[in-house]
C-alpha cells in the first residue's frame, strides 16, 4: 500500500495529529485548501454546541516546503479549543453507557474506571483528521484529474432525487443548503425532520453518496481479496464514526431486479465500448471501468440522545437512563465530507500503486501512457485467432 495515514488525539484533548506517508514529491498544497475542507465539515444544520466552539485550522509541520509535498512524511496538527475548558476541571466519571455508542464495549475491552476514555477516542472528533489528510489525497487527484464531490441522498424519512447532472454542479447544489443535499425540496424536508427530531429530542441518521470522476479504467484487481478496490473503499467507509452499511452504486437496489436491467450494457461509439448507465457504480470485478465511482454509507441515527436511553449504572449495577451532556442531532451532512476524504484516500492510493513515481513529475507522464496504452488495447489487443491452452 503505497499511501497511509496515522491519528491520534482525544476529543477533548489538547490537540489532533495526523500523519500522512507516502504522498509523492511535488504536489502543490495550498493550507487555505485544507482549512476549506475542515471549514465544510463544521458546517450542517442540527450540530450541538461543541461547533460553535470549534474553529479547525490546521498547522503543517512536516513534509511540505514552498508551497508543494517533499516526498517526506507529512504531519497535521489541529488544536481543540474546547480544550480551554476541560484543562484541569474537575471530571465526573461517566458510568452509564449509551446504547450505540462505544461506552460499553470500550469499557469491556480496557477496562476503564470512566467511560469517558471510550468517547474521548471514539469521538467523531478524530474525523477532523481525516478530512485534512484527505484534502492532501484531493490535492494528489485534482492533478491526475480525479474529481471527489459528496451529498446526502436520506436524511430519515426524506429521501431526495438526485437529478442526473455532472457531479460539479451536484456539488454546487449541495453546498447551497444546510442538508448538503443537491434535492433543494429535500434539503427543505429534510431541515424540518432535524427540526422535528431535535423537537423530540432524538436523532436521525441518513445515507450518503460520494462519487469520484476522472478515475481511469484499471485501477484494484480481482486477483486477491484484498485487492479488489471496492473492497478497500467499503473498508474506507466502514471504518468511519457510526456508518453500519455501504454498497458500490445502487447495489442494494439491484439486489431486487432481472440482471438485464442492472448490468450496464456496451455499445461501441465513435470507434470505441461506451456504456450509457453506470449502475455497477464504477466497477467490475473488483477494477474500476472508467465510469464514475460511486459509494453510498448509510449512518446510524447519533447515540448520545436528549430524552435518554434505558441502559445500566456500572457504579450501582441499576437500571438508570443516560445523562445527556452535549451532542449533534444529526452529523449525515458533516460525515459527507469525511466520506470524501476517505474515498479520495483510497483513490490515491490505487493511483499509485497503479502508477508508481516518486514526484508528481515523473507520475503525470505515466497516466498519459496509461490511457494510450488502454485505447491501442482496445483497438487490437484482442485477437479471435484460435490457440491451443497449455498449462507449462
Ligand atoms: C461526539 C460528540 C460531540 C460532537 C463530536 C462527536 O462532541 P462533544 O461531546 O464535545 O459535544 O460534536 O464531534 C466533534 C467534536 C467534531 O468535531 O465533529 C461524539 O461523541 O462522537
Redesign the pocket.
Given at each position: 500500500m503505497p499511501l497511509r495515514f496515522l491519528t491520534a488525539g482525544e476529543?477533548?484533548g489538547p490537540a489532533l495529529t495526523a500523519i500522512l506517508e507516502g504522498m509523492p514529491a511535488g504536489v502543490p498544497l495550498a493550507v487555505e485548501a485544507i482549512n476549506h475542507e475542515l471549514a465544510r465539515?463544521?458546517v450542517g444544520y442540527g450540530?450541538?454546541?461543541?461547533?460553535k466552539i470549534?474553529k479547525?485550522t490546521v498547522r503543517l509541520t512536516s513534509g511540505v516546503a514552498v508551497g508543494v509535498t517533499t516526498g517526506g512524511p507529512i504531519a497535521l496538527h489541529v488544536e481543540n479549543d474546547?480544550w480551554a475548558n476541560w484543562e484541569g476541571r474537575q471530571v465526573t466519571p461517566i458510568t452509564r453507557p449509551r446504547p450505540g455508542?462505544a461506552d460499553l464495549t470500550g469499557g469491556l475491552k480496557y477496562g476503564y474506571n470512566d467511560l469517558r476514555h471510550a468517547?474521548e477516542r471514539?469521538?467523531?472528533?478524530e474525523?477532523?483528521m481525516r478530512v485534512a489528510m484527505g484534502a492532501l489525497c484531493k490535492a494528489l487527484l485534482e492533478a491526475l484529474d480525479v474529481t471527489v464531490g459528496g451529498y446526502v441522498i436520506v436524511l430519515g424519512p426524506v429521501e431526495a432525487t438526485i437529478p442526473a447532472r455532472p457531479l460539479a454542479e451536484l456539488v454546487t447544489l449541495a453546498e447551497a443548503n444546510e442538508m448538503r443535499c443537491p434535492d433543494p425540496e429535500a434539503a427543505e424536508a429534510m431541515r424540518e425532520a432535524v427540526k422535528a427530531i431535535r423537537k423530540a429530542q432524538d436523532t436521525l441518521g441518513g445515507i450518503l453518496e460520494v462519487v469520484a470522476e476522472g478515475v481511469p479504467p484499471g485501477l484494484g484487481s480481482y486477483v486477491q481479496w484484498d485487492r479488489r478496490l471496492e473492497a478497500r473503499l467499503a473498508l474506507a467507509m466502514m471504518s468511519i464514526?457510526a456508518m453500519k452499511g455501504v454498497e458500490i452504486g445502487p447495489a442494494f437496489r439491484n439486489a431486487t431486479l432481472p440482471g438485464t436491467e442492472v448490468h450496464d450494457e456496451i455499445f461501441m461509439e465513435g470507434g470505441r465500448p461506451v456504456r450509457h448507465s453506470n449502475r455497477a457504480g464504477g466497477f467490475e470485478g473488483g477494477i474500476t471501468t472508467g465510469e464514475p465511482v460511486v459509494v453510498r454509507a448509510a449512518m446510524k441515527p447519533?447515540s448520545?440522545i436528549l430524552a435518554g436511553l434505558r441502559s445500566v449504572d456500572l457504579a450501582t449495577q441499576r437500571e438508570e437512563k443516560t445523562v445527556y451532556?452535549?451532542?449533534?442531532f444529526t452529523?449525515v451532512h458533516?460525515a459527507v465530507v469525511v466520506a470524501e476524504a476517505m474515498v479520495a484516500f483510497v483513490l490515491a492510493d490505487a493511483m499509485l500503486e497503479k502508477l508508481g513515481g516518486d514526484s508528481l513529475g515523473e507520475i503525470l507522464p505515466r497516466l498519459a501512457l496509461l490511457h494510450e496504452q488502454q485505447a491501442a488495447w482496445l483497438q487490437g489487443g484482442v485477437s479471435s485467432e484460435p490457440y491451443e491452452w497449455r498449462v507449462p
Amino acid at each position: 500500500m503505497p499511501l497511509r495515514f496515522l491519528t491520534a488525539g482525544e476529543s477533548h484533548g489538547p490537540a489532533l495529529t495526523a500523519i500522512l506517508e507516502g504522498m509523492p514529491a511535488g504536489v502543490p498544497l495550498a493550507v487555505e485548501a485544507i482549512n476549506h475542507e475542515l471549514a465544510r465539515r463544521q458546517v450542517g444544520y442540527g450540530s450541538g454546541g461543541r461547533m460553535k466552539i470549534e474553529k479547525d485550522t490546521v498547522r503543517l509541520t512536516s513534509g511540505v516546503a514552498v508551497g508543494v509535498t517533499t516526498g517526506g512524511p507529512i504531519a497535521l496538527h489541529v488544536e481543540n479549543d474546547d480544550w480551554a475548558n476541560w484543562e484541569g476541571r474537575q471530571v465526573t466519571p461517566i458510568t452509564r453507557p449509551r446504547p450505540g455508542h462505544a461506552d460499553l464495549t470500550g469499557g469491556l475491552k480496557y477496562g476503564y474506571n470512566d467511560l469517558r476514555h471510550a468517547l474521548e477516542r471514539a469521538s467523531a472528533r478524530e474525523t477532523t483528521m481525516r478530512v485534512a489528510m484527505g484534502a492532501l489525497c484531493k490535492a494528489l487527484l485534482e492533478a491526475l484529474d480525479v474529481t471527489v464531490g459528496g451529498y446526502v441522498i436520506v436524511l430519515g424519512p426524506v429521501e431526495a432525487t438526485i437529478p442526473a447532472r455532472p457531479l460539479a454542479e451536484l456539488v454546487t447544489l449541495a453546498e447551497a443548503n444546510e442538508m448538503r443535499c443537491p434535492d433543494p425540496e429535500a434539503a427543505e424536508a429534510m431541515r424540518e425532520a432535524v427540526k422535528a427530531i431535535r423537537k423530540a429530542q432524538d436523532t436521525l441518521g441518513g445515507i450518503l453518496e460520494v462519487v469520484a470522476e476522472g478515475v481511469p479504467p484499471g485501477l484494484g484487481s480481482y486477483v486477491q481479496w484484498d485487492r479488489r478496490l471496492e473492497a478497500r473503499l467499503a473498508l474506507a467507509m466502514m471504518s468511519i464514526q457510526a456508518m453500519k452499511g455501504v454498497e458500490i452504486g445502487p447495489a442494494f437496489r439491484n439486489a431486487t431486479l432481472p440482471g438485464t436491467e442492472v448490468h450496464d450494457e456496451i455499445f461501441m461509439e465513435g470507434g470505441r465500448p461506451v456504456r450509457h448507465s453506470n449502475r455497477a457504480g464504477g466497477f467490475e470485478g473488483g477494477i474500476t471501468t472508467g465510469e464514475p465511482v460511486v459509494v453510498r454509507a448509510a449512518m446510524k441515527p447519533i447515540s448520545t440522545i436528549l430524552a435518554g436511553l434505558r441502559s445500566v449504572d456500572l457504579a450501582t449495577q441499576r437500571e438508570e437512563k443516560t445523562v445527556y451532556e452535549r451532542s449533534d442531532f444529526t452529523a449525515v451532512h458533516r460525515a459527507v465530507v469525511v466520506a470524501e476524504a476517505m474515498v479520495a484516500f483510497v483513490l490515491a492510493d490505487a493511483m499509485l500503486e497503479k502508477l508508481g513515481g516518486d514526484s508528481l513529475g515523473e507520475i503525470l507522464p505515466r497516466l498519459a501512457l496509461l490511457h494510450e496504452q488502454q485505447a491501442a488495447w482496445l483497438q487490437g489487443g484482442v485477437s479471435s485467432e484460435p490457440y491451443e491452452w497449455r498449462v507449462p
